[in-house]
């Protein structure tokens, strides 16, 4: 039969190879340092975003790639993981790349334990959000430092339960990180365009089998671009943070909120008449306009257009967003800051 050293090894082969599939899924970039921030290994995507070699890569510190006026913040944060005061953190940054170049990115960095509980090396999973594109890269295979953590722990009997349960956790917690990239837009905090058209499918089949109504808001912020191009694109984010706040605060704990785009935000009202989509858009206007945004401490106020569309029983997704679409932009054409 079995030993327990053979069970417990098997175990956290086990577990290993799941942390190498989970990583196998996520098309992110990956880079691995010590507690010192030297960089002991990176996926092909991490170097796509800095424009270095994977041999240039692992000379440098994470400092040396980060901009300036952004490793302060980076820093607070590592102290506050260091100190055990959290469990990982995440944050917008810009990474300073070969050519001189700066280049946005959403990292979120986990701090890995060794034996005895003590501080091992940083992992950080990276977004270029530049673009907003999708990663096209998948994760290459965990580390080697991990493949020697993993041996050195199935060979400490007294500590493999311990360590077991030690990964697992990392694991999960991982998986949870993972997951949210996958649903969530970085900026904003709201649910990503893909997650929406799922969620709307899923309410879609809903509807159909109990023959109940749901509707849709498609809204976006009135001269948006003036905003960027008298305040800068700083408070244009901030802006797009504040307005999501304010969506969330006045939505039902039933509604769905996301990012659809620029500064377009789509609704998902299940269990909601055209009527009472209106309702509730004409209260998010007046919400909107008469609250005083403030940034760096002078204040302003801004606008924002809702389109209205209902299930008719045979529309599609596709002509559902279409019809909102419309009635947003009719929405403009009437002076904006309106509900149609």
């Given at each position: 039969?079995?030993?327990?050293?053979?069970?417990?090894k098997?175990?956290?082969?086990?577990?290993?190879r799941?942390?190498?599939?989970?990583?196998?899924?996520?098309?992110?970039?990956?880079?691995v340092?010590?507690?010192?921030g030297?960089?002991?290994?990176v996926?092909?995507?991490?170097c796509d975003?800095?424009g270095?070699?994977?041999?240039?890569?692992?000379k440098?510190r994470?400092?040396?790639?980060t901009?300036?006026e952004?490793?302060?913040?980076?820093?607070?944060y590592?102290?506050?993981?260091?100190?055990?005061?959290?469990?990982?953190?995440?944050?917008?940054?810009?990474?300073?790349?070969?050519?001189?170049?700066?280049?946005?990115?959403?990292?979120?960095?986990?701090?890995?334990?060794g034996?005895?509980?003590?501080?091992d090396?940083?992992?950080g999973?990276?977004?270029?959000?530049?673009s907003?594109?999708?990663?096209?890269?998948?994760?290459?295979?965990?580390?080697?430092?991990?493949?020697a953590?993993?041996?050195?722990?199935?060979?400490?009997?007294i500590e493999?339960?311990?360590?077991?349960d030690?990964?697992i956790?990392?694991?999960?917690t991982?998986?949870?990180?993972?997951?949210?990239?996958?649903?969530?837009?970085p900026l904003t905090?709201?649910?990503n365009r893909r997650h929406?058209?799922?969620?709307?499918?899923?309410?879609?089949?809903r509807?159909?089998?109990?023959?109940?109504v749901f509707?849709?808001?498609?809204?976006?912020i009135?001269?948006?671009?003036?905003?960027?191009?008298?305040?800068g694109?700083?408070?244009?984010?901030?802006?797009?943070?504040?307005?999501?706040k304010?969506?969330?605060r006045?939505?039902?704990?039933?509604?769905v909120?996301?990012?659809?785009g620029?500064?377009?935000?789509?609704?998902?009202?299940?269990?909601?008449?055209?009527?009472?989509a209106?309702?509730?858009?004409?209260?998010?206007?007046?919400?909107?306009?008469?609250?005083?945004?403030?940034?760096?401490?002078?204040?302003?106020?801004?606008?924002?257009?809702?389109?209205?569309?209902?299930?008719?029983g045979?529309?599609?997704?596709?002509?559902?967003?279409?019809?909102?679409?419309l009635?947003?932009?009719?929405?403009k054409?009437?002076g904006?800051?309106?509900v149609?």
């Amino acid at each position: 039969m079995e030993n327990e050293q053979e069970y417990l090894k098997r175990q956290l082969i086990n577990a290993k190879r799941t942390f190498d599939l989970t990583f196998e899924q996520v098309g992110s970039g990956r880079c691995v340092t010590d507690l010192d921030g030297w960089i002991k290994e990176v996926n092909q995507k991490f170097c796509d975003i800095i424009g270095y070699t994977m041999d240039e890569t692992l000379k440098l510190r994470v400092k040396n790639l980060t901009y300036p006026e952004d490793w302060d913040i980076d820093w607070e944060y590592k102290k506050k993981l260091f100190a055990g005061e959290i469990p990982y953190f995440s944050m917008q940054k810009r990474y300073i790349k070969k050519d001189g170049s700066l280049t946005w990115v959403y990292t979120t960095v986990t701090l890995i334990k060794g034996n005895e509980d003590i501080d091992d090396y940083l992992i950080g999973i990276v977004q270029d959000i530049n673009s907003q594109k999708a990663a096209e890269e998948w994760l290459m295979n965990e580390n080697e430092k991990l493949e020697a953590i993993v041996a050195d722990r199935t060979r400490q009997l007294i500590e493999a339960n311990k360590i077991k349960d030690q990964t697992i956790k990392e694991l999960n917690t991982l998986k949870e990180l993972l997951l949210k990239n996958a649903t969530i837009d970085p900026l904003t905090g709201l649910y990503n365009r893909r997650h929406m058209l799922e969620k709307i499918t899923e309410e879609l089949d809903r509807t159909k089998r109990t023959h109940h109504v749901f509707s849709l808001i498609l809204t976006d912020i009135d001269y948006f671009k003036d905003i960027n191009d008298l305040r800068g694109h700083d408070c244009g984010d901030e802006v797009l943070q504040m307005v999501s706040k304010l969506l969330k605060r006045e939505l039902r704990s039933m509604d769905v909120v996301c990012r659809w785009g620029g500064e377009e935000f789509l609704i998902l009202l299940p269990e909601t008449s055209e009527d009472g989509a209106r309702q509730i858009a004409e209260r998010i206007r007046k919400r909107i306009q008469n609250h005083t945004f403030f940034y760096e401490d002078m204040p302003f106020t801004l606008t924002m257009t809702f389109g209205v569309s209902s299930f008719k029983g045979d529309h599609n997704i596709k002509e559902m967003i279409k019809a909102a679409d419309l009635a947003l932009y009719a929405g403009k054409d009437l002076g904006r800051n309106r509900v149609v």
